[in-house]
């Protein structure tokens, strides 16, 4: 497992994309998450806040979110586009705007698959994708 800044969480680095209170790890181990998990609850605090304030005010200015999750009669077939903004992300550099159009595009696919576990997983992690972004714009705009 891995900190944002790529380096290793001690006593983790055989992890991958684990489950911190998961039995299979060692008593430190869990600590040892626990802890950088509240490091980094600490750090998106103030994200999370404006995302919820953000959140708060939506939903007073527009009560109805939508009528739909996507267009019914819409012809775009988001395993299509998922395939496209994946193909175009493996040639390229890595940059905010294309990681977060592909995490939307496997979001909406998943949904539109009927797939509502994945679906879930796949809208949190657009929503972990704008937390980075949103510390990589705070640590760039001065």
């Known amino acids: 497992m891995r900190k944002c800044d790529g380096s290793p969480i001690k006593g983790t680095e055989h992890c991958h994309r684990v489950n911190p209170m998961a039995k299979k790890y060692t008593r430190y181990e869990k600590q040892m998450l626990r802890e950088e998990m509240n490091k980094d609850a600490e750090k998106l605090k103030g994200f999370l806040f404006k995302i919820i304030d953000e959140h708060k005010f939506a939903c007073r200015k527009h009560p109805n979110f939508c009528d739909a999750i996507t267009d019914p009669d819409s012809r775009v077939s988001w395993a299509e586009s998922e395939s496209r903004i ?10 905010a705007d294309n990681i977060l159009m592909e995490e939307i595009a496997e979001a909406f696919n998943a949904y539109q698959k009927g797939d509502k576990a994945q679906a879930l997983q796949e809208f949190a992690q657009c929503g972990a994708v704008i937390l980075r972004i949103m510390e990589f714009v705070s640590k760039e705009i001065k």
């Not at 994946?86 to 940059?95: D, G, L, Q, S, V």
């Open 86 to 95: 994946k193909a175009r992300n493996a040639i390229t550099k890595e940059y």
